[in-house]
């Protein structure tokens, strides 16, 4: 019933600059949250960043001042905003949502398929 869809995701040089976006579909009643988490070959899945319906933010400690993570409440849809990309910064990219959809007692966790991003030379 629900689908979160990510694009922006591709190849980059250090340094260079990636948009991500992600929307979540479906009969949602309202997002608690909606951010990125990431995995790299051979690593465990780790969070990148998130924004709560009050619009608070929580960053990695290695995206910080890198990384901006906007969303739309409204639209269920929420961007990353990614400069001065370095190598270590790939992976594949997975959106995230905490929703309450229509009909449901409870709310749920939601992913995306991922979007991969490779920031090479």
């Known amino acids: 019933q629900v689908q979160l869809v990510e694009s922006g995701g591709g190849l980059v040089q250090p340094g260079g600059s990636l948009r991500l976006s992600c929307a979540a579909s479906?009969?949602?009643?309202?997002?608690?949250?909606m951010g990125w988490y990431r995995q790299a070959p051979g690593k465990q899945r780790e969070l990148v960043a998130t924004?709560?319906?009050?619009?608070?933010?929580n960053y990695a400690d290695s995206v910080k001042g890198r990384f901006t993570i906007s969303g739309d409440n409204a639209k269920n849809t929420v961007f990353l905003q990614m400069n001065s990309l370095k190598v270590d910064d790939t992976a594949v990219y997975y959106c995230?949502?905490?929703?309450?959809?229509?009909?449901?007692?409870?709310?749920?966790?939601?992913w995306g398929q991922g979007t991969q991003v490779t920031v090479s030379s």
């Open positions: 995230t949502a905490l929703l309450d959809l229509s009909g449901s007692t409870y709310f749920s966790r939601y």
């Open positions: 479906g009969s949602i009643v309202s997002s608690r949250d």
């Open positions: 924004v709560t319906s009050a619009g608070t933010t």
